[in-house]
């Protein structure tokens, strides 16, 4: 059974950059496709990124070109650079570990992000 970690969200101005980590145990990573979430307040979680175990991404339109997701299978970790935030990004983001259908979330992290 996988588990999940995330670190990296606090508070941060409109314009700036956080960088969240995801890392992993009790699994084989790199057969992994991996994920990241976010749930605004009072909203349902949706998509931001995701990135398969063979390193193809997918986002979000809402964060194209702003944020990217990447993997580095040697530290278990995935990671997700977040750059010219807006208060919309305002989220608790979420880690997910996919495999043959079964998923994996972690405890989630809050990114805000003050105009």
């Known amino acids: 059974q996988v588990q999940l970690v995330e670190s990296g969200g606090g508070l941060v101005q409109a314009g700036r950059s956080l960088r969240l980590s995801c890392t992993t145990s009790g699994a084989i990573f790199s057969r992994y496709s991996m994920g990241w979430f976010r749930q605004p307040p009072g909203k349902q979680r949706e998509l931001v990124a995701t990135?398969?175990?063979?390193?193809?991404?997918n986002y979000a339109d809402s964060v194209k070109g702003r944020f990217t997701v990447s993997r580095d299978n040697d530290k278990n970790t995935v990671y997700l650079q977040m750059n010219s935030l807006k208060p919309e990004d305002t989220a608790v983001y979420y880690c997910?570990?996919?495999?043959?259908?079964?998923?994996?979330w972690g405890q989630g992290t809050q990114v805000t992000v003050s105009s």
């Open positions: 997910n570990a996919n495999r043959l259908g079964r998923e994996t």
């Open positions: 990135i398969t175990y063979t390193g193809t991404t």
